[in-house]
């Protein structure tokens, strides 16, 4: 850039100055840039694919769904409507909707 710096410099036969030297710069980072990032943006949504099938095929879901594996609640625990809920009773307090 300092060769730019007065006039600019004569490259084949073509007077390329600090801004036209500034400016193409800027092009060719943008362009490597775009390429670099492309290619992580697409490893990364590769690999968290991989991790969600993985962990998907693979979890254990053992607990969820039937009622016979609930686990009841034992200790000091706020008499809060939600925490009490029956399922498909009225409780006081609580709206079934």
């Not at 730019?4 to 036969?13: E, H, M, R, S």
């Not at 990364?44 to 039937?66: E, K, P, W």
């Not at 009841?72 to 009773?89: S, Y």
């Amino acid at each position: 850039m300092k060769v730019t710096a007065n006039d600019g410099i004569l490259v084949g036969g073509v007077l390329i100055t600090q801004k036209v030297a500034t400016v193409a710069m800027s092009i060719v980072t943008v362009i490597c840039l775009i390429w670099v990032l492309s290619s992580i943006f697409w490893y990364s949504l590769t690999v968290s694919g991989v991790c969600i099938f993985g962990h998907g095929a693979f979890r254990d879901a053992t607990m969820v769904g039937d009622e016979d594996s609930m686990v009841e609640m034992d200790g000091d625990l706020e008499d809060v409507p939600f925490l009490n809920a029956k399922t498909g009773e009225e409780d006081e307090g609580m709206e079934v909707v």
